[in-house]
């Protein structure tokens, strides 16, 4: 054993650390250094929460590509061939929209109930709490990056160019996306330690969410004409989501307008006509909207981490 | 001496819930049932801990001691009062609690790493010092899940010590393991003394405060009663358990004997090495008892040096004043001071009756060549 490097009296003097303090009321700029100061611990995290999903699987974290890959399969075979829903490629659209789904969805949905599950490791082990929730939101990262693979792999093989200009905003949407997630996810992870209901609460309401976003519909065909008459479409909007959406479906589909590959070939408005600057700046508004969005969740999350330790 | 914990005027309050409604459907039911009592686990506790200093938290069950640690680790946050730490602080606490069964050995001792501090690359540089001493060998490499019970808690304290702490926090953890594996790591926390780091020990054993803790502090019911040299905290201690034994004592026995004092026929406690000690043990008792007398023999810094009982012959008390003759017949002792602690407990040693810190010092007197404690008497000679 080697025992050496140990051994001897210390060189280091303490003279010079910093202080850190324990109390009751920590500031949020306080919060979230800690938080930045332990992203070693978020990225162990989110590679163990990886690895323990696929162990003793063979094919390992490719599942998280093939289990899509069969989903759009199957898609493709309902919407192409059998209902023909008449746009063109309709496989495409609809997948750009559920890979932002499904990572807002698996990410809320382990995160709320994160903090209680692993109770023996809060009550135990001093770190950032929000940490495990943002561990959560860190895997599905990973798996929409596997899925984002197949979508592009699929828009390839299909020979379907995407909007490379547009292409500049999707950074910015997917960072939006992020942040509202964790921000969602973090809150739910700690009202859940009091009130348990909350899990199986956000799973009925996000079938309701689902069906709010323009991802199996289209927003500019089924939805914007009956808002814009009363003058509303704002309110549609104000579900972050959808802007989300109907970017990732901007870069991806593309086709602002279509001609329905069903008889009598009628126009469908399938996305808004919105010019790359409209887009840019709403994106860059939602942007700002998901940062604040944060900094209220993790000030929410301090007031509520207080008194974990009696209910859990 | 730089100050590495500073602990001021931290309180901790915990919520009781009798009735305990977290579903949606039992808090709309009864919105006001169920009631949460407040209870006080530390009141307004203050001391500081210098730079390698080893402290001892001394304190029975429920006294708060684990509490109070958690609050220095960042487990818990007081409810008042504020703890400043410098460096780095590797915690003890309930050995294991962040493994995830699931991950092999390896994947573990990253993941906990992590959780005290550590970069995946600091960890490549210990992985190899942890898995030396934790005596894992191949079976880094299984599922957790596998483990014994010992290899587990091995692993995880092999991953702490390993980690370069400038504050070791210790928490009744050195009861783990087999017989051999606690010695190495009471080894440790001697070596880590050596190198000037801090230490928080906290345990009921107070044999190992005294051999380990140069301080300690006494928690009573969430206060600090005593804070000082070790043997000095370690007398109150005991005797608070005693008083604290006296209030809920069934057969109302505790408080009834008393020990009065020791003397010896000369009146001097000064001993040659080698020769005798007759010391009489005055003890006032109010009702007739029948138990075990106890008594231990400390060196000066602290090291038990023996501890007898009469052997299973009760001392048979009698109401008023009793004398109980204790007859050392040779000291082997080298020159040094020597504490004597006596007591007597009831004959299936379970209950403390009386008891008598430092209730005499013996000064031992030795002239021969011998260095150390005892005179083994060796004769050297060239075969």
Known sequence: ?312 | MTTVIEVEGVSKKFKIHHERHQSLKERLLHPRSGTTEVFDALQSINFTVGEGETLGIVGHNGSGKSTLLKCICGVLKPTTGEIRLRGNLAALLELGAGFQTELSGRDNVYLYGAMLGLSRKAVDGIFDDVVAFSEIGQFIDTQVKFYSSGMYVRLAFAVAVNVDPDILVVDEVLSVGDERFQAKCVDRIMRFQQEGRTILLVTHNADQVRALCDRAIVLDRGEMIADGPTRDSLRIFREHLLADAVEHDPSHLLGTVHIESVSTPSGSFEVKSGAGLHLDVSVVSQTAYSGNFVMELFTHNGLLVSRSDAQGAPVNLLPGHNHVAVDLGQIPLLDGVYNLNVGIVDPRGHNVIAWSERAATIQVTYDGREGGIVELGATIRQQ
């Not at chain 1, 329905?260 to 408005?269: F, G």
């Not at chain 1, 999350?301 to 974990?308: A, H, K, P």
């Open chain 1, 1 to 312: 054993m080697s025992d050496a490097p140990l051994a001897g009296q210390r060189s280091r003097s303490l003279e010079d650390t910093p202080v850190r303090v324990v109390s009751a009321r920590v500031s949020l700029t306080t919060r979230l250094g800690n938080v930045w100061s332990r992203r070693e611990l978020l990225l162990g995290l989110i590679i163990s929460d990886i690895r323990i999903k696929y162990k003793n699987s063979t094919l390992g974290l490719f599942w998280s590509m093939v289990a899509p890959a069969f989903t759009l399969g199957v898609y493709f075979l309902v919407f192409n061939v059998f209902l023909k829903n008449g746009y063109p490629n309709f496989v495409i659209y609809l997948f750009s929209g559920l890979i932002v789904w499904n990572m807002f969805q698996s990410s809320i949905i382990t995160a709320t109930g994160v903090i209680v599950d692993r109770a023996a490791l809060v009550k135990k082990v001093s770190f950032p709490r929000e940490i495990l929730a943002l561990s959560n939101v860190g895997a599905a990262v990973v798996y929409f990056f596997a899925q984002l693979l197949v979508l592009v792999i699929v828009v390839g093989a299909l020979g379907h160019a995407p909007a490379w200009k547009f292409m500049l905003i999707l950074p910015i949407s997917f960072i939006s996306l992020c942040l509202l997630t964790s921000a969602l996810g973090i809150v739910l992870s700690a009202i859940n330690v009091y009130l348990r209901d909350m899990r199986h609460l956000i799973e009925v309401f996000l079938q309701l969410w689902f069906y709010m976003t323009p991802i199996v519909y289209s927003y500019e065909h089924a939805i914007a004409p009956h808002l814009q008459i009363r003058g509303i479409t704002w309110v549609y909007f104000l579900n972050p989501l959808t802007l989300i959406v109907v970017t990732f479906q901007r870069v991806f589909y593309v086709n602002t307008i279509v001609h329905s590959t069903v008889a009598p070939h009628p126009i469908i408005d399938v996305l808004p006509t919105w010019s790359f600057d409209r887009f840019l700046i709403l994106n860059a508004l939602l942007l700002g909207v998901a940062l604040v969005a944060f900094f209220i969740a993790e000030a929410i999350f301090g007031r509520l981490e207080g008194e974990f330790e009696s209910e859990l």
